[in-house]
């Protein structure tokens, strides 16, 4: 059998008994112990690690033991961008530039945004990473009347620190709409996984204090990277409010 193939295996071993299921912070056995237990020398050991380390499903410091890590970026009920989510959760933030075209919008695009069918607007295409991985495929539309020659600037950072420092245009609060779908060949193509996976497809409109409509965004995530949290609060009563 080859080196490769053991490794992989070893990997989907150690995943099995040690990762899955297991809470965060759970500490592996030694490369040594791993090794007398799989039946393999500790160089296979290391390297079905560090493929776990690269899927992002444990990590150690210098040293130190190995641990399992929550594999999930979790979206906060709280207006923030994927750089400083990932940011927050001690991942290295990148994006892959795949589109950014000046188009006529579409009535569906002009409709969420407020703006006339046929105004021109930018639409930027990016596979958005942590720490090497895909995380998910975002598309984004914005008025090109609020942000002229905004195609010129280096958009593979943070699109929200550029409206604001280059164009004075802070997002404060975000319409979203989430549902969940199965991903299709070309989507499972980018974020690396199986056709036919669960991921979850989000839709937002992003507004200023004013409620002036900066962006439209359209984005799929990763099912098994991402999920959101809420918050929600019980309808006031009839009763309780003439009492008020």
Known sequence: ?????????????IEERYVAGSEPSSVLPSERRLAAELGVARATVRAALAMLR???QIQS????????VDPRLTKAPQLSSFTQDALARGWHPSSELLEAVE???????????GITPGSQV??????RLADRSPMALEEVWLPQALFPDLLSHDLSGSLYELLESRYGAAVYRHDRRISAISVDAPHAEMLDM??????LFAT???LDRHGRR????????????????TVTFAAVRRAERSRS
């Open 214 to 229: 900066l962006e439209l965004g359209r984005s799929v995530y990763r099912g098994d990277r991402f999920d959101f949290t």
């Open 204 to 206: 937002q409109v992003g």
């Open 61 to 68: 410091g210098a040293g130190g033991p190995a641990v399992v």
């Open 122 to 127: 930018h639409r930027i295409r990016r596979l």
């Open 194 to 199: 199986p056709l036919g996976a669960a991921a």
């Open 1 to 13: 059998m080859r080196p490769a193939r053991i490794a992989h295996e070893v990997r989907d071993a």
């Open 54 to 56: 690269e899927q992002q």
């Open 103 to 113: 188009e006529p919008a579409d009535v569906s695009v002009a409709r969420d945004l």
